[in-house]
């Protein structure tokens, strides 16, 4: 069974950048479709970008163009979010996830493995 865990979160200044890692064990990660989610306090659970199987990247938020990638490394089993010019309205739980389809979704009912979240505070 697929598990997730998600590190690299911190707080960091308006301006600055943080790259986020999410490794998975249990399956390769090859084998998946991965996303970037995240939750800010009172919201919603919302997609920030996804690469699918084949490699297709999708970016869900327009404030994130540019600013967010992300890249798999399938050989470490490991996808990466590299966020730059970070703002305080990133400030988030960022959450890796993952499903069999070859296609890329921005809704969470479509995901079914999810890490536990890493905290992302953009503050000075």
């Known amino acids: 069974q ?41 919201k919603e659970r919302e997609g920030v970008v996804c690469v699918s199987r084949i490699g297709a990247r999708t970016e869900y938020v327009d404030s994130m163009k540019g600013r967010f990638t992300i890249s798999r490394d399938n050989a470490k089993n490991t996808v990466y979010l590299q ?3 970070l703002k305080p309205e990133d400030t988030a739980i960022y959450y890796c996830t993952a ?5 890329c979704s921005g809704s969470v009912l479509d995901f079914s493995s999810w890490g536990q979240g890493t905290q992302v505070t953009v503050s000075s």
């Open 2 to 42: 697929l598990q997730l865990v998600e590190s690299g979160g911190g707080l960091v200044q308006p301006g600055g950048s943080l790259r986020l890692s999410c490794a998975a064990s249990g399956s390769p990660l090859d084998s998946y479709t991965i996303g970037w989610f995240r939750q800010a306090p009172g």
């Open 83 to 85: 966020m730059n010019s």
């Open 99 to 103: 499903r069999r389809e070859y296609y």
